[in-house]
């Protein structure tokens, strides 16, 4: 079972930034699409922002300009910059395939608190 492994979540103060990554099989990343997606408590699974292979960027409604994805395609790595964090950013974090299709990892855990 192929499995996409993210990392790089954290307890942060607002305003703070991370970086998360993701780790996926050459079988998912290879010349696909990859997304970041989230899943705050009590609420559904929603879209951050997509990669497509040649480095075109998609991101979710009113996520523009506080987060950026990027992909290292020669080590199969999905990356996720966020900047100014706020606590409505608190939640788990996964990366996929873009839309995603496959089984969902166990995510990265992100809390934006003081």
């Known amino acids: 079972q192929v499995q996409l492994v993210e990392s790089g979540g954290d307890l942060v103060q607002p305003q703070g930034s991370l970086r998360l990554s993701c780790a996926a099989p050459?079988?998912?990343?290879?010349?696909?699409?990859m997304g970041w997606y989230r899943q705050a408590p009590g609420k559904e699974r929603e879209l951050v922002a997509g990669?497509?292979?040649?480095?075109?960027?998609q991101y979710g409604d009113s996520m523009k300009g506080r987060f950026t994805i990027s992909r290292d395609n020669a080590r199969n790595m999905v990356y996720l910059q966020i900047n100014s964090l706020k606590p409505e950013d608190t939640a788990v974090y996964y990366c996929?395939?873009?839309?995603?299709?496959?089984?969902w990892g166990k995510g990265t855990l992100v809390t934006v608190s003081s």
């Open positions: 050459g079988s998912i990343f290879s010349g696909n699409a």
């Open positions: 990669i497509t292979s040649g480095g075109i960027t």
């Open positions: 996929n395939d873009f839309p995603p299709r496959n089984s």
